[in-house]
């Protein structure tokens, strides 16, 4: 049996995680009468807690929203989710919620049992992810403001400082934000290019909402429309290069700047460009699985290059390279 304080504290779980409750719903619940149900409703006001009561036939009771938040009870999973997603957080490239973040870790470690601070520091020390740190970082008004206008299907104005340097200012539709390879990016409609575009937040100077509204295009991809961008942005080489794998099994180590297309036999078709062949042929020969390049014919003269020195590295003996022509041998295989 729940003791009367164990049962406040559960009526408040309740409204947190249901959001709203009748008192019948409520009294069942906690397995008390309606008249205790409306004297916990008290206790928990009277201890500042802003819980609502809605009269008539299908009223009931929940937590008045945007007053302030009440104290939080979560099970031991829910922590353990909030952690890691706080953990997370401090990967995502935004500089100025690093100190709310270490805030929030140390409340919440603070309360923790020791069981379960045990639980999640085990987490903490040996997780490994694949959020890597944004090069330059966003400012967290940016993020904020960009995506409530795409949430509002708000149009804003933009200040926007490229890579040379150079500022312009446009009007644009934000459809979505993205975070990709350790960078923030926004995609929608750009007035002043009159087309889609792509810009990354760390260089957006400033955001101003405006009263106009927009129209996401339906089935609009935010993620594929980003690696389209890139893989397109101009660079030294445009590449081709056909991988003899399924492309679901490609995508999973292509690096995400690259498109990759389904050639409809079971082999997909990696394209994009890339500033550095010698990148792209490290990339080809760590995945593992054959490949044949389209373009450019230097990225087959990389590859041999490439397999030219892994070969020799591998004929060596104690610090001295064999003359036994191992790296001649060597150098179709890595070609495919």
Partial sequence: MYNPTTRVLAALELLQSRGRLTGPELAERLEVDLRTVRRYVTMLQDLGIPVEGERGRHGGYRLKPGYKLPPLMF????????????????????????????????????????????????????????????????????????????????RVWLRYGDGRGERSEREFDPYGLVHLAGRWYVVGHCHL???????????????????????????????????????????????????????????????????????????????????????????????????????????????????????AFAAREDGVAREDGAAREATPSLVG
């Fill in 75 to 154: 099970t031991d999973d829910e922590a353990l989710a909030v952690m890691l997603g706080l953990l997370a957080a401090q990967r995502l490239g935004l500089a100025a919620t690093a100190p709310a973040v270490e805030g929030a870790l140390t409340k919440l470690e603070r309360v923790l049992p020791p069981a379960l601070r045990d639980r999640i520091g085990a987490v903490h020390e040996t997780l490994v992810t694949d959020l890597a740190p944004a090069p330059a970082a966003p400012a967290t008004a940016v993020v904020v403001a960009l995506g409530a206008a795409t949430r509002e299907s708000r």
């Fill in 193 to 311: 290019r009159r087309a889609e575009r792509v810009f990354r937040l760390d260089r957006v100077l400033r955001v101003e909402p405006r009263d106009g509204t927009f129209v996401r295009p339906a089935g609009f991809d935010a993620m594929a429309s980003v690696r389209a961008s890139l893989s397109a942005a101009p660079r030294s080489w445009s590449v081709e290069v056909v991988l003899e794998v399924p492309p679901e099994v490609a995508q999973g180590v292509v690096p995400k700047t690259l498109l990759v297309e389904d050639l409809g036999d079971g082999r997909a078709l990696l394209r994009g460009h890339v500033e550095c062949l010698d990148w792209l042929a490290r990339v080809l020969v760590g995945m593992e699985f054959p490949f044949v390049v389209r373009a450019p014919a230097e990225l087959r003269a990389e590859l041999l290059r490439l397999a030219t020195r892994v070969a």
